[in-house]
């Protein structure tokens, strides 16, 4: 397989992931910059608003990062009590609410790893993961493929694959994920580029094996 077929062909396989391409923009919100200023002054319907904005890219990003529903629900739920406990400190400092919203996500994601490594794993959790990912995917080969991307992205450094799973499954931008992970968005263009072309030589030697 060449290396762009490979590359073309890991993208493809990234982006298979339940409710398809979907990404929430703040523009598509159209008043996010009021909802923000309604919440931190204590509206609880904004707040409400906000939520049901951002979860599901926050859960995709999670149900990737946890290994079972269960866990990936708890981060869900730990990320948007942590955000509304500290809303009213929030600043516009030119990074997007979402870049906020998952660096928030990433240090519950963080924690719950480090409770997970105290405590027995579910034996069903991986098959659990993949087949949940792949709701609504052709199963024939759905499942297969997800459980290649599962490996490829554990075999990455860490900050590759929460930046893998941020810009696949979250749904951010270069400048969003750099605003999350205090990185430029070239540097974050960089080190994307570095991990795709790592799973895809890994894809490409299981092509040849």
């Given at each position: 397989?060449s ?8 993208r ?6 339940p409710?398809?391409a ?8 159209g008043?996010v910059y009021?909802?923000v200023?309604a919440?931190?002054a ?6 409400g ?10 859960y ?5 990062r946890?290994?079972t529903?269960?866990d990936?629900?708890?981060v869900v ?6 955000a ?12 997007p609410f ?5 660096a928030i996500?990433r240090?519950q994601?963080?924690?719950?790893h480090?409770?997970a490594?105290s ?5 069903s ?16 080969a ?11 992205l554990?075999?990455?450094?860490e ?13 951010l ?6 605003a ?8 974050v263009r960089q ?5 795709l ?13």
């Amino acid at each position: 397989m060449s290396h762009a077929r490979s590359h073309s062909r890991l993208r493809r396989m990234l982006r298979r992931r339940p409710g398809g391409a979907q990404r929430v923009h703040e523009d598509d919100l159209g008043d996010v910059y009021e909802l923000v200023e309604a919440a931190r002054a204590g509206d609880r319907s904004a707040l409400g608003e906000l939520f049901d904005a951002f979860h599901a890219r926050i859960y995709r990003f999670a149900r990737v990062r946890c290994a079972t529903v269960e866990d990936a629900e708890d981060v869900v739920a730990e990320t948007f009590v942590a955000a509304w406990k500290s809303i009213e400190r929030f600043e516009w400092t030119g990074a997007p609410f979402a870049a906020w919203l998952f660096a928030i996500a990433r240090s519950q994601v963080a924690g719950h790893h480090r409770h997970a490594a105290s405590r027995p794993q579910a034996e069903s959790g991986g098959d659990e993961r993949v087949v949940e990912l792949e709701s609504g995917v052709d199963e024939s080969a759905g499942v297969e493929q997800r459980m290649l991307v599962d490996a490829y992205l554990a075999e990455l450094p860490e900050r590759q694959r929460t930046i893998v799973t941020m810009r696949f499954y979250g749904g951010l931008d270069a400048g969003e994920i750099g605003a999350a992970l205090g990185m430029s968005a070239a540097a974050v263009r960089q080190q994307q580029l570095k991990a795709l072309e790592k799973m895809a030589m890994k894809m490409r030697r299981e092509q040849v094996a």
